[in-house]
Nanobody, 118 residues
C-alpha cells in the first residue's frame, strides 16, 4: 500500500521558517518525481515545487528564492525548506509522487496546515 506521510507544518510568524517532510512507502521512491502542492481557501491547488528523480528542482515564481526542495533517497523522504514566510503562504500543503509515464498514477499525502500570521 502506498503511503505519503507528512510532518513539520504548523504556525510561523512572517519572516520565519518551517521545514516540511514527506516520508514515502510502497513505491520505488528513487524513480519518482516528488512535489509539494498547496491549496488556500477559495483558490485552486497549485504546484509549489518539484524535484526529479535525478535531483533537478523547479519552483513556482511566488516562492523562488525563499523555498528549497530536496530529497534523500536513502530515507525515502522529500523536504521543503520554507524561509522568509509570508501570510500569503498560508495553505494546506500536500506531498505528491508522480511516476510521469502514460497510465501512471499520482499519489497524494493527507495534507498539512501551514499558517503564517503575527
Amino acid at each position: 500500500q502506498v503511503q505519503l506521510v507528512e510532518s513539520g507544518g504548523g504556525l510561523a510568524q512572517p519572516g520565519g521558517s518551517l521545514r516540511l517532510s514527506c516520508a514515502a512507502s510502497g513505491i520505488i521512491f528513487s524513480i519518482y518525481t516528488m512535489g509539494w502542492y498547496r491549496q488556500a481557501p477559495g483558490k485552486q491547488r497549485e504546484l509549489v515545487a518539484a524535484i526529479t528523480s535525478g535531483g533537478s528542482p523547479n519552483y513556482a515564481n511566488s516562492v523562488k528564492g525563499r523555498f528549497t526542495i530536496s530529497r534523500d533517497n536513502a530515507k525515502n523522504t522529500v523536504y521543503l525548506q520554507m524561509n522568509s514566510l509570508k501570510p500569503e503562504d498560508t495553505a494546506v500543503y500536500y506531498c505528491n509522487a508522480d511516476r510521469q509515464i502514460v497510465g501512471g498514477f499520482k499519489y497524494w499525502g493527507q495534507g498539512t496546515q501551514v499558517t503564517v500570521s503575527s
